[in-house]
T-cell receptor, first 113, second 113 residues
């Protein structure tokens, strides 16, 4: 059974640009959540999608957005990148709700220069 | 406000010694409790979880944790540390009302040969 796949693994962008990260959940999982991990702030919740609907959103500016497709794959987009957006972005997929187990991808390392 | 506290951002133990990583949560409603491990440049791997039932839970790689409601704690232990246990460990909670994880700040475990 394939795990959670995040692409790309590494990304370097310039301030002001936008970026799109992709997450393919485990087959059959309908819930996808996104987290930002930084040394200073730790792991912070961005948003969660279930059956193409955003059900929960963390405390991030509107530059951070996401969506989920009918096959449960999810993308997150960050517009007008800032240096502080440099982080490891982790995607987690869950089979059901409430969340009794989440499987994480290896993450996308975003560096903004 | 709900929160998760991990006491000790860095813990060092000798190979073969007991590993004890501490986690406390603050909430009037007992949450679901999780321990995740993260190796460098990797995502999070679930070690163990508590949702309902037996309060002593066993996980992978010889780890176990005990949920103590009266102490609002979920400490992680392993009787004998192995070099391969060196990693970052995160305690996390969630509730039946949502799919969001709240993570502790993490504990970096070093195993000394």
């Amino acid at each position: 059974k394939a795990g959670v796949t995040q692409t790309p693994r590494y990304l370097i962008k310039t301030r002001g640009q936008q970026v799109t990260l992709s997450c393919s959940p485990i087959s059959g999982h309908r819930s996808v959540s996104w987290y930002q991990q930084t040394p200073g702030q730790g792991l912070q919740f961005l948003f969660e999608y279930f059956s193409e609907t955003q059900r929960n959103k963390g405390n991030f500016p509107g530059r951070f957005s996401g969506r989920q497709f009918s096959n449960s794959r999810s993308e997150m987009n960050v517009s007008t990148l800032e240096l502080g957006d440099s982080a490891l972005y982790l995607c987690a997929s869950s089979l059901s709700w409430p969340n009794t187990e989440a499987f994480f991808g290896q993450g996308t390392r975003l560096t903004v220069v | 406000a709900q929160s998760v506290t991990q006491l000790g951002s860095h813990v060092s133990v000798s190979e073969g010694a007991l590993v004890l990583l501490r986690c406390n949560y603050s909430s009037s409603v007992p949450p679901y409790l999780f321990w995740y491990v993260q190796y460098p440049n990797q995502g999070l791997q679930l070690l163990l979880k508590y949702t309902t039932g037996a309060t002593l839970v066993k996980g992978i790689n010889g780890f176990e944790a005990e949920f103590k409601k009266s102490e609002t704690s979920f400490h992680l232990t392993k009787p004998s540390a192995h070099m391969s246990d060196a990693a970052e460990y995160f305690c996390a909670v969630s509730w039946a009302t949502g799919n969001q994880f709240y993570f502790g700040t993490g504990t970096s475990l070093t195993v000394i040969p």
